[in-house]
């Protein structure tokens, strides 16, 4: 069976999470491309040691990545952040890969905050959804939920594309907002990846 490939994406804070897990709801299995980077720092003793090679030792306590402090780092410089990419992205995509071959089912979610962004993951999903909503909502989400200051937050929105940018490129668009009703807009999604339009 070949299975298709939907890519999730949106900003920090825009509901990706949320979206995803009425996916799932419906059968519809996804890959945690951000969640599974992490795991892969601690698998993948490759990966992490280029990583510190470029980041710095002080990002280690006791073999362990400290994520909090990688990401102020990197956040700062954008030069940084392009290079950590350039060595997890690969290990990423070859983990998704192993991943999907182990699924059974028809349809499959990609889900990546930076998907199209990234010529490497280009050619990777059949159609793109993204998900948008107002920036002001993010931030406050975002501080809410990872404790984070709105400087923080604003650093790491402003190292991704606008919405109006993903919307652009994208075959699909879900508002998380109040108004909306998200599940008829999943269903048809899945409805017109299986019918193949």
Known sequence: MKKKVLSCTGGIGSGKSYVIKVFNALDIPSYDCDQRAKDL????????????????????????LQRNRMAQKIFSDKELIYKVEDLVHPAVLKDFFRWKDKQNKEIVIFESAIFLEKPIMASLADKTLTISIPVDVRIERV?????????????????QWSDWQREEKADYVIYTNDRDAILPKVMQIIKEMKDGI
Not at 41 to 51: I, Q, R
Not at 143 to 159: A, C, F, P, S, Y
């Open 41 to 64: 720092y601690n698998e993948d003793k490759e990966l992490l040691a280029d990583v510190v090679r470029l980041v710095g030792e002080d990002v280690l306590l006791n073999g362990v």
């Open 143 to 159: 501080m809410k939920r990872d404790g984070l200051t709105r400087e923080q937050v604003v650093d790491r929105i402003n190292n």
